[in-house]
């Protein structure tokens, strides 16, 4: 049973347009959550994280946009640039649980100059 | 920003050898370590969590006798693949925790194992 979920397996989008990346999740024990950015070969980058008690959280090109309620979170790049074109993971976790994180399966997000 | 290192990056060796991973946090303290197995196109499939001093905790299905982890210091966590086999062929990465509350999990560059 996958807790966290990616649906969509790609995303293109043109230079200088929004990218938003969906995230789901199913277990509401959840309270914290992130994304990560990862290229071929190498591992996982932090990008931006939120706490359950917020609903956003920005920092510089990168939002995220957390609704508790329909658990369901987005990331947004705005603009995008050429240089995020990568496999993007959303991940989950709960205090208290070994801060142990549950990964989506991922979505590669290609901007095209 | 937070550092991690890993290392190698990549082996290939032949069926029956161990194989010995390293994980260093190089600018923090991690009393807290975790070890995951990635799948071609699949997402991060966590194998176990390494605690400093203690025993590591595996999830279902992974072999602790098959993967010794050792993690002796707050920067150092090992992972020893033992008597490997083609089908433990696959892309190992680490994490690191700040002993700080509320902070991101930092990975390794992961170590791509190739068993022949």
């Known amino acids: 049973d996958q807790q966290v979920k990616q649906n969509s397996p790609s995303l293109s989008v043109q230079e200088g347009r929004i990218s938003i990346l969906n995230c789901d999740y199913t277990n509401s024990m959840f309270d914290y959550f992130l994304w990560y950015k990862k290229y071929p070969a190498e591992g996982p980058t932090f990008l931006i994280s939120?706490?359950?008690?917020?609903d956003k959280n920005e920092d510089g090109r990168f939002t995220v946009f957390l609704n508790k309620s329909a658990k369901h979170l987005s990331l947004h790049i705005v603009p995008s640039q050429p240089g995020d074109s990568a496999v993007y993971f959303c991940a989950a976790r709960q205090t208290g649980a070994n801060s142990k994180l549950t990964f989506g399966k991922g979505i590669t997000l290609s901007v095209r100059p | 920003g937070a550092v991690v290192s890993q290392h190698p990056s990549r082996v290939i060796c032949k069926s029956g050898t161990s194989v010995k991973i390293e994980c260093r946090s190089l600018d923090f303290q991690a009393t807290t370590m975790f070890w995951y197995r990635q799948f071609p196109k699949q997402s991060l499939m966590l194998m176990a969590t390494?605690?400093?001093?203690?025993?590591?905790?595996?999830e279902q299905g992974v072999e602790k006798d098959k993967f010794l982890i050792n993690h002796a210091s707050l920067t150092l966590s090992t992972l020893t693949v033992t008597s490997a086999h083609p089908e433990d062929s696959s892309f190992y990465i680490c994490s690191a925790m700040d002993r700080l509350a509320d902070q991101p999990q930092h990975f390794g560059d992961g170590t791509r194992l190739s068993i022949l």
């Open positions: 939120i706490s359950s008690i917020k």
């Open positions: 390494s605690n400093e001093g203690s025993k590591a905790t595996y």
